[in-house]
């Protein structure tokens, strides 16, 4: 489909984005931007730190090139009566985490159409502020699909929203926002899927690293900054600790619904 069809809810959701984000005085520091394709289809690999990353890279996005992102997410998030509505009007993919087989049809589709797409390989926002391993799916798309990856590490965002931590609009604004956008990894059906996927994730890695070495305000000491660089985040370990037990939680939750 072409990036200049008609797609109001887009625009406008891309608008109200801008002023939000002007408002907020955000600074956005790109590198890499011409690794963005112009044409044609793409899976766009994010990191996960904050929930506003998806929003974050829409808007970086459409001011280098006016181009839209298909994000996949959540089926619970289609569920919501006014975020769905937006996610269904911007062409969002839901995907159902009990039977992804219907999202992952959708994602091929709409790669082939030219589209991008944008996915989260770790699949859940993450506390340490590193790049966890990487859930296959992506590579096997972008290969099913004949298209590139591209690696695109997102610092910073997670500053304004993201997981345990409640938000601060003082502490949101003037926020320096860091893209680091890879060369694309180029599909190849005939290497082995884990491998690719190894091989996205120290891709992906290396750009967060490249991103926090060159992020303009120190963050030793805060909450923000990973640990092995000084901050208080949690580690990877204790990181991993923490999000099984919200998950048993919420497990137990579902099932005590359920009765």
């Known amino acids: 489909m072409s990036k200049r069809t008609p797609e109001p809810v887009y625009t406008t959701a891309i608008g109200v984005g801008r002023l939000i984000f002007g408002a907020l005085r955000l600074k956005p520091i790109v590198t890499g931007a011409e690794h963005l394709p112009a044409t044609g289809g793409a899976v766009l690999a ?77 699949a859940g926002v993450n506390r340490s502020f590193t790049v966890r391993d990487l859930k296959t799916g992506t ?21 304004l929203l993201t997981k345990g931590r409640k938000p601060s609009l003082a502490e949101a604004r003037n926020v320096p926002i860091r893209f680091a956008i890879g060369a694309p990894f180029t599909p190849d059906a005939g290497q082995d899927v884990r491998q690719r996927t190894m091989a996205l994730r120290a891709s992906m890695q290396a750009l967060l690293d490249e991103a926090q070495a060159s992020y303009p305000e120190n963050g030793t000491g805060l909450w923000w ?27 137990a939750e579902a099932e005590g619904k359920a009765r």
């Not at 990353?53 to 839209?68: G, K, S």
């Not at 269904?88 to 091929?108: L, N, P």
């Not at 590579?139 to 500053?159: K, Y």
Request: proline share 6%; charged share 25%; aromatic share 8%.
């Open 139 to 159: 590579v096997r798309m972008a290969d099913e699909a004949r298209v590139p990856i591209i690696p695109i590490a997102v610092w910073g965002g997670h500053r």
């Open 225 to 251: 900054q990973p640990a092995h660089l000084g901050g208080t985040a949690p580690t990877p370990e204790e990181a991993a600790v923490a999000e099984a037990e919200r998950q048993r939680r919420k497990a």
């Open 46 to 122: 994010i990191t996960h730190f904050g929930y506003m990353d998806f929003a974050l890279t829409e808007w970086m996005v459409w001011h280098r090139n006016r181009r839209r992102i298909r994000f996949m997410a959540k089926k619970g998030a289609f569920d919501k009566p006014v975020v769905g509505w937006l996610l269904r009007g911007m062409r969002h993919i839901s995907v159902d985490m009990k039977a992804g087989g219907e999202a992952y049809s959708q994602a091929i589709t709409a790669l082939r159409a030219g589209e991008l797409l944008g996915v989260f390989p770790e």
